[in-house]
């Protein structure tokens, strides 16, 4: 599957990145549960190797618990921070990310005490792929609505600072790499939404998601579409079992595939079909 999806303006979120690198003192990195390789992009890490870093694994409510658990071990058995989030949740996520941030630079805070600069706050640039949620992450620690956010890649498409006792946050718009690690990646980016739903094949994209859901996740598949028997189904053929299911059909009696596609999509990334990962530790 051919995906073009580097547009113009990451060129210029990149420098933005860059140019605003000097005036923080860390970077969160924002990463989605359900594609932890694939979401995080090589071009950002390379952006961002100077600096101290936070991970944040966000959207983990909509990930599949168990996968989460397999992710923490990794990360702990590494000794590398991750922090397991859901930015809608209503609790604030402010001490927690305060707290890690504290942490992670105790011994710079403390240098920079010795020399008797003592700064009021911390300043932390969040960054990410597109709608992985980096806004929405901000909005909790800010516990109000500065930041636009939308359920589409490209809600933010400028730098915007918001204020918190104690930390100072940079919104960035989402960056993605020039070019994807492998073919299966730039299908998860796009199943995830990072990537506009216009740059591709939905059609072809969805086929690829249900025959990854029959295999992994065949119980859930079958229960949101009310179709029974997928195992020896290709993509397509599962996708026609639910046209009949929810009368996709056109006039003449065809499927109608591209009203299915757009759908099984959408209740993916809204996790109306269950909580799914796309990757797993040993999917490295
Ligand atoms: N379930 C769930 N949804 C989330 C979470 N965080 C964000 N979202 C949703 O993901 C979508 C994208 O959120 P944004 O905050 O706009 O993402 P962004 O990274 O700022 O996106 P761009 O600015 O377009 O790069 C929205 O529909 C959010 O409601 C989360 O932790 N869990
Ligand atoms: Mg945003």
């Known amino acids: 599957m051919n995906i073009q999806w580097f547009p113009g303006h990451m060129t210029k979120t990149r420098r933005l990145?860059?140019?605003n690198l000097r005036l923080v003192d860390i970077c969160i990195e924002i990463a989605d549960a359900r594609l932890i390789i694939s979401s995080r992009s090589p071009l950002l890490s390379d952006l961002i190797k100077n600096k101290p870093q936070l991970l944040i694994i966000n959207k983990s409510d909509i990930a599949d618990d168990a996968v989460n658990k397999e992710w923490m071990q990794w990360f702990k058995e590494r000794k590398q921070n991750a922090l397991f989030v859901n930015s809608r949740d209503g609790g604030k996520l402010l001490n927690k990310v305060t707290d890690e941030i504290h942490k992670i630079l105790a011994e710079k805070i403390k240098a920079k005490e010795e020399k008797g600069i003592v700064s009021?706050?911390?300043?932390?640039?969040?960054?990410?792929?597109?709608?992985?949620?980096?806004?929405?992450?901000?909005?909790n620690i800010s516990g109000r609505k500065s930041a636009k956010t939308g359920d589409r890649p490209g809600v933010t498409t400028g730098k915007q600072w918001?204020?918190?006792?104690g930390i100072e946050l940079l919104d960035t718009p989402g960056i993605l790499s020039p070019k994807f690690l492998s073919e299966?990646?730039?299908?998860h980016l796009a199943m995830s939404g990072a990537v506009r739903d216009a740059v591709f094949d939905t059609a072809e994209l969805s086929c690829i998601l249900l025959e990854f859901l029959r295999?992994?996740?065949?119980?859930?598949?079958?229960?949101?579409?009310?179709?029974?028997?997928?195992?020896?189904?290709?993509?397509?053929?599962?996708?026609?079992?639910?046209?009949?299911?929810?009368?996709?059909?056109?006039?003449?009696?065809?499927?109608?595939?591209?009203?299915?596609?757009?759908?099984?999509?959408?209740?993916?990334?809204?996790?109306?079909?269950?909580?799914?990962s796309l990757e797993r530790p040993s999917d490295i």
Not at 120 to 138: E, L
Not at 162 to 165: D, G, L, M, R, S
């Open 17 to 19: 990145i860059e140019e």
């Open 120 to 139: 009021k706050s911390v300043r932390a640039m969040v960054t990410g792929i597109p709608n992985v949620g980096k806004s929405t992450f901000i909005n």
């Open 162 to 165: 918001i204020t918190v006792p």
């Open 184 to 187: 299966t990646q730039g299908e």
């Open 215 to 276: 295999d992994n996740y065949s119980g859930l598949l079958c229960t949101r579409f009310k179709i029974t028997d997928t195992a020896d189904l290709k993509g397509y053929e599962i996708m026609e079992k639910i046209c009949k299911s929810r009368g996709f059909i056109v006039r003449g009696g065809d499927f109608d595939y591209d009203r299915a596609s757009a759908i099984i999509l959408d209740e993916f990334r809204s996790a109306k079909i269950g909580r799914i």
